[in-house]
């Protein structure tokens, strides 16, 4: 098991440049299974959820070529439908070739997906909607099959905008007979990234970034290019990053309009930040303010950088009140916060962190992708080592982390059963 030892306290500075956004990628790598030509994908993230997701598409009969960070995905001859438990259970994003597959083959079998323990997260919407559109589900033995003879476009209404409904349902509108028009639906940016590389494809979406997507279906889909849209909660980490460790850092190649519930949350707090065209620059040298905040979908607060700012918040000045709306079980870190020393009470849905001045370091576990990230926020920041352990969670979400924070003056180390990697 892989951890990181990290010698708090360092102000860091200097520039750190955001890779291809991993939930945009995760989607957009599915999508390619609907394209009867070859795909080159830009700025694909070197992840290890990336990689689950390449050998999802390969065990599904694509050809996958990764160089660098370009991904050429040839889905022309797809010889399987079926996915097994093993590589399903490693990710819930794995859910995402159903839309694709079952609109191209009319046919898929999977075992339901795995992911983070952050709380139950089921597939109805994505299996209502798929029915509306004409599927035919049964769920037995713990797999999902789903077949049509051709999915039609029609009308649905999502009960909540879930993100990963709302991608598996367009995409499978896109080959349906007809027009689907989709109410209710999620608006991050990764759906606007999928929607632009649907219609590089030849696919007829509209109304991504809004609550009302409209597809009108086509014959099929052939060949494009496209480049992944900046991480936006990588962003968000750095910032907060900048902030805890009262730093100055320019963030490269981020949206900022993506990120701007942060950035004002942060500004509330009393963190310094310019938007540039080309990125931001975090600046703090002093204690931040407490704040209070409440997860939403976008472009509410994300719920994927809850944690981080949490961490900013344990050593804040004052009281602050944090919600947790999209999921029921993500408050795992605090209890490894409170190892360093942070003040938390949770009731239920809602945790309240009164700040303290500093926090020490301690022997932390990652239970989950952001809840790792916001120990080594926190570590950045504690007095003394913080050894953080299950990393390879980390891993799932940030490309080159550590060798991003040690360019920017951190002393973090990646150790590997007693030996050191750099
Ligand atoms: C995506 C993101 C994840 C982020 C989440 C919310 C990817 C790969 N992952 O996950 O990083 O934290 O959005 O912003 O893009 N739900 C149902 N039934 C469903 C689907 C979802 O009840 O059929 C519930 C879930 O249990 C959860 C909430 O809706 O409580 C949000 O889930 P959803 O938006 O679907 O998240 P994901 O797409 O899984």
């Known amino acids: 098991m892989e951890k990181y030892v990290i010698i708090g306290g360092n102000r860091l ?5 955001m890779s291809g956004g991993k939930n945009s990628v995760l989607t957009i790598l599915p ?3 609907l394209s009867k030509g070859a795909c080159i994908i830009h700025d694909v993230p070197r992840l290890s959820d990336v990689y689950v997701m390449k050998d999802v598409l390969k065990c599904l009969g694509a050809k996958v070529e990764f160089t660098d960070n370009t991904m050429i995905v040839d889905a022309s001859n797809i010889t399987m439908v079926e996915l097994p438990d093993r590589l399903t259970r490693m990710m819930r994003a794995s859910n ?3 839309g694709p597959i079952l609109a191209r083959f009319h046919h898929i079998i999977m075992a339901y997906p795995g992911g983070c323990s952050i709380g139950s997260r089921p597939m109805d919407q994505h ?9 035919e589900i049964v769920e037995k033995y713990g797999y999902i099959e789903a077949k049509t003879n051709g999915l039609v476009g029609n009308e649905i209404c999502l009960d909540f905008p879930s993100v ?3 991608e598996n349902l367009v995409m499978a509108a896109t080959l349906a007979n007809g027009i689907t028009t989709i109410r209710n639906t999620a608006r991050e940016p990764e759906i606007v990234d999928l929607q632009i590389f649907l219609n590089a494809m030849g696919a007829k979406v509209k109304g991504a970034g809004t609550d009302v997507i409209k597809i ?3 014959k099929e889909l052939g060949a494009a290019e496209h480049t992944i849209i900046p991480d936006r909660i990588e962003a968000s980490t750095f910032m907060v990053i900048g902030a805890i460790t009262q730093g100055n850092i320019f963030i490269k190649n981020v949206i900022a309009e993506h990120v701007e519930t942060v950035i004002s ?3 509330e707090a009393g963190i310094e930040i310019k938007e540039y065209d080309n990125g931001i620059r975090v600046k703090c040298n002093k204690r931040p303010r407490s704040v209070d905040f409440k997860t939403m979908p976008f472009s509410g607060f994300p719920t994927d950088v809850q944690a981080q700012v949490m961490g900013l918040m344990t050593v804040s000045e004052g009281t602050s009140i944090v919600t947790e709306t999209i999921f029921e079980n993500r408050y795992k870190h605090v209890d490894e916060f409170r190892r360093m020393g942070a003040d938390i009470r949770v009731e239920g849905r809602v945790a309240i962190i009164k700040g303290v001045k500093s926090l020490s370091g301690a022997y932390v576990e990652s239970s989950d992708l952001r809840a790792g990230a916001a120990l080594v926020v926190a570590g950045l920041a504690a007095e003394g080592a913080t050894v953080v352990d299950n ?4 891993d799932r979400g940030y490309e080159g982390f550590e060798q991003k924070l040690r360019r920017i003056g951190a002393d973090i180390l990646r150790v590997d059963g007693g030996k050191e990697r750099h």
């Open 164 to 166: 990963g409904a709302t």
């Open 265 to 267: 949350k942060l500004r």
């Open 31 to 33: 999508a390619c299974l």
């Open 216 to 218: 009108v279906g086509v």
């Open 13 to 17: 500075s200097g520039t750190v440049r």
């Open 96 to 98: 995402l070739v159903m």
């Open 127 to 135: 299996l209502r909607g798929l029915k509306i559109l004409g599927a």
């Open 391 to 394: 990393i390879n969670l980390i």
